[in-house]
Each structure stands twice: as C-alpha cells, then as structure tokens.
C-alpha cells in the first residue's frame, strides 16, 4: 500500500534569500518529518538544481513551474489576480485543488500573501476579518502572540474580539496553552485607559468565552506574563517593529562595545555563554511564521529575511496546523458568542 503523505506547498520565490535558502529549509522538513511531501512553486530548473545540491528525495518533492515573481512594489490584489503564472499564485492555486494540502508557506509581499489568502482560500463563515498573528519569544521562555500585527490597520470592536478568539484557539492547539491569558495592547492597565477602540472593547472582552486579564502596557509584551496581546494592526504592527528594532539594537551596541575594548574581550570570554543563552531565547525564528488565521486553510506567512531554519519551523507549523482541528475550532468559537457587539 503506497504511504499517505500530508502536503505543504512552499512559495519557492518569496522572500529576500529565496530560492537558495526556501530550498535549504524545504530539505531540513523533509528529513526531519517522514510523512510530509513539498509542493514547491518556482523556476523549475533552478528550484531542481538546488534540490539535487542539497541531495533532496525527489519521491517527496513536487516543483510546479511558475516564471513569474510577486515582488512588494506589486499592488496586491492587482497581482494576484493578473500574475496567474507566479510563484505565489500558482502555490494557492495548489493550496486550494489538493485536498491533501494542508498549508502554505510564504515569505512574499504581506500583502499579497494576505490578499491571496482572502480571495484564494476565503475566509471562515462568521469571521469578520482575518488576522496575522506572530509568536514571540519572552524573558519567561514561553511564546506570547501578538494580533493584529499589520493586517487590519483599522478596527472595529467586533474585529478585536474576533482576534482575541481566534488566537485563544492558535495558542490552545499550537502549543498546548491551557486558558490562554489574553491582554489588549493600551496606553495603561487601567480599564478607563486607552483609545476609542480599546475603550469600547474592554467591555465585550470580559463577556466572551477567553481568559481576559485585562489591558497591558507595550512595555510588557515580551514579559512572558501573557500568552495573547490583541490590538488592532497599526498599534500592532508599531509593538512588533519597536520590539525587534529595540533587540537588534542592544545586540549590536553589545557587540560593538566588546570589539572595541579589551577589557570587554576578556570579559565576554566569561560571559560568552550567557550571551549565547540570550540571543537564543530572543530568536523569533524558532516559533517559525505569522499564521494568517480566520481562513479556511492554514497561510504562514515567513518574515522576509527568513533563512532555511526559519523556512523549516514555518514548513513544521502548517503541517501541525494543518492537521488539528483548529479551523474549526475557531469556526465554533466565532459564531458561538451570543452577544451583540458594536460592528
């Protein structure tokens, strides 16, 4: 009997270091997984002289020819729909025919991925707007997840309470979160603090079916004291940038200072294993990408920078996602609440 495999289909061409390092990380899922087949979209000659460099098992690797490159100077909806022969668009192309398909991996234009995803795949019935939701790591060594990080620019109430339920679910059955602690983005903890939106949130946060504690200052989000942050995507987007801008930054001064002095070479010699503590708990890359939840199949969406490793835990993320229930989990989650709230 010929063996079952789950499908990932990988956008071969998004992302600054594609098709080298998508290929690299394409060939660490393969041997670390056994039953994960790769649909890779791409330049098909290229994309089959990287596998055979990296010794890949052709038995397990599927390349779909696609000439065609969403770039980020593209106008999303324009492309997806007129660049039929891009990588991007032939791997939702893919996404959608193959029912052994279980995710898509990207690391595009946001914006195309997000786009794709909406007029591709479709969005749950019930689900007001789809979210990105990032994992990140935090001094307490538990990932927390931030939604929206840069979607939905604009929001509503009914928009943040969706988030906050949708990411409960992602928490719940990606990493075995018991009653994760869900906390909105504001200006201060107190309940009267914060903008319009937060203000007129608080309230529907406390009546729905999540593990609300409450608001929670930018200051805290990497406190490891919450498993989800909810926001909407500008306030979102403006944490996570000032969060992996601030840890790039120390690293860097760090780094400098230590050249530069020889007292700090002799002292980095003691702490060099500290350092390497730090900058592993710190690396965001493990927990692999942004899942695009609030569709009907699972979307990473990589950063753009990814490398093979980051590739590798976004490939090992839509396979684990793609085989749990949680679409459905947030389909009941969604249209379970029975309380009017402000669209």
Do not use: W
């Amino acid at each position: 009997m010929e063996k079952e495999y789950k499908k990932v289909i990988v956008d071969g061409y998004g992302g600054d270091n594609a098709p080298a390092e998508v290929v690299k990380g394409v060939k660490i899922a393969l041997d670390k997984i056994d039953d994960l087949k790769i649909v890779i979209t791409g330049k098909k000659e290229e994309i089959e002289t990287l596998a055979k460099e990296n010794q890949i098992n052709f038995e397990r690797l599927e390349i779909i020819d696609a000439p065609d490159i969403i770039t980020n100077d593209d106008t999303p909806t324009v492309a997806i729909k007129t660049k039929t022969e891009s990588s991007l668009v032939k791997a939702f192309d893919a996404l959608k025919a193959d029912e052994n398909a279980v995710g898509l991996v990207s690391a595009g234009s946001t914006g195309a991925v997000l786009t794709g995803g909406f007029l591709k795949v479709g969005r749950i019935k019930g689900v007001s707007r789809p979210v990105l939701a990032p994992v990140l790591p935090t001094c307490q060594g538990v990932p927390v997840i931030l939604t929206d990080s840069g979607a939905n620019m604009d929001c509503k109430p009914i928009n943040l309470i969706h988030f906050a339920l949708m990411a409960s679910k992602y928490a719940e059955v990606m990493f075995g979160t018991e009653k994760p602690r869900v906390a909105l983005l504001s200006v201060g903890t107190e309940y009267h603090k914060g903008n319009e939106l937060v203000k007129k949130t608080f309230p529907y946060m406390k009546e729905i079916p999540v593990n609300f504690v409450g608001n929670m200052e930018a200051r805290d989000l990497l406190s490891g004291d919450f498993d989800v942050v909810v926001a909407d995507g500008f306030a979102g987007n403006v944490a996570l940038k000032t969060c992996e801008g601030t840890l790039k930054t120390l690293l860097g001064i760090l780094k400098s200072d230590i050249k530069s002095h020889v007292a700090s070479k002799i002292g980095y010699l003691f702490m060099k294993g500290t350092f390497k503590r730090l900058r592993a708990k710190f690396d965001y890359e493990k927990y692999g990408g942004s899942p695009f939840l609030g569709i009907n199949k699972i979307v990473v969406k990589c950063h753009g920078s990814s490398k093979a490793e980051s590739f590798y835990q976004s490939i090992k993320q839509a396979y684990t996602l793609g085989q749990s229930d949680m679409i459905e989990k947030i389909s009941e989650s969604v249209n379970g609440i029975d309380i009017k709230i402000e669209e």
